[in-house]
């Protein structure tokens, strides 16, 4: 299993629509939580953090499920330039004091007219 | 302006040939780490770095030598290349563990 899996989509939505994407991990030690956003062939840019009581902002909602070890991503009345794939990150916090990080594969949105 | 600065963006190389991929951040983050984006694969950690001279090594370290000897420093080092190192290689730094990363704009390698 992956310590961190995404559905790789695409999701396909019209202009305005509601699209929420999930994200599990494994480690169930794991601390914090992101979701970036990447525009193809560029670099991935933080989008936001996910905190255990649920973040928004503006559009876009972010809320962590521990006991079911998932987060996910809310996206309210999309918008073209929305389109992009959405990477969910882990940080699963090692024992020895190493903090890796760890990416899913990305869920690519297509927001069409 | 904050940013990641990784250089060159592009490079040809050719099997066997040393090269260096420089990475820089001017934003006194004390956390760097490099990543290899793969079709199908998504972003793999090469090595990450805690602070100087503290480096360790991510999912996929084989054939990949980094360095701290400075805080915005963060090298890339291939010492010996090959084609399955062809790839898009991002470095990226954060101020904390629990902060998310900022990338540099990426380093497309190719490997013949």
């Known amino acids: 299993r992956k310590e961190v899996e995404q559905d790789p989509g695409p999701f396909n939505v019209p202009e305005g629509a509601t699209v929420a994407f999930n994200c599990t991990y494994s480690?169930?030690?794991?601390?914090?939580f992101f979701w970036y956003r990447q525009d193809c062939r560029k670099e991935p840019k933080l989008l936001m953090s996910v905190y255990s009581s649920g973040n928004e902002d503006g559009r876009f909602t972010a809320q962590l499920n521990r006991a079911s070890q998932y987060i996910s991503l809310l996206i309210r009345d999309s918008k073209l330039s929305d389109s992009a794939t959405y990477l969910c990150v882990v940080n699963p916090r090692e024992g020895t004091g190493g903090f890796k990080t760890i990416f899913g594969a990305g869920t690519r949105l297509f927001v069409k007219a | 302006e904050a940013q990641v600065t990784q250089n060159p963006r592009y490079l040809i190389t050719v099997t066997g040939k040393k090269l260096t991929v420089t990475c820089s951040q001017n934003?006194?983050?004390?956390?760097m780490s490099w990543y290899r984006q793969d079709p199908g694969l998504g972003l793999r950690q090469i090595y990450y770095s805690m602070n100087v001279e503290v480096t360790d090594k991510g999912d996929v370290p084989e054939g990949y030598k980094v360095s701290r000897k400075e805080k915005r420093n963060f090298p890339l080092i291939l010492e010996s290349p090959s084609p399955n190192q062809t790839s898009l290689y991002f470095c990226a730094s954060r101020s904390g563990e629990d902060y998310g990363y900022t990338f540099g704009s990426g380093t497309r390698l190719t490997v013949v």
């Open positions: 480690n169930s030690a794991s601390q914090s």
């Open positions: 934003m006194n983050h004390e956390y």
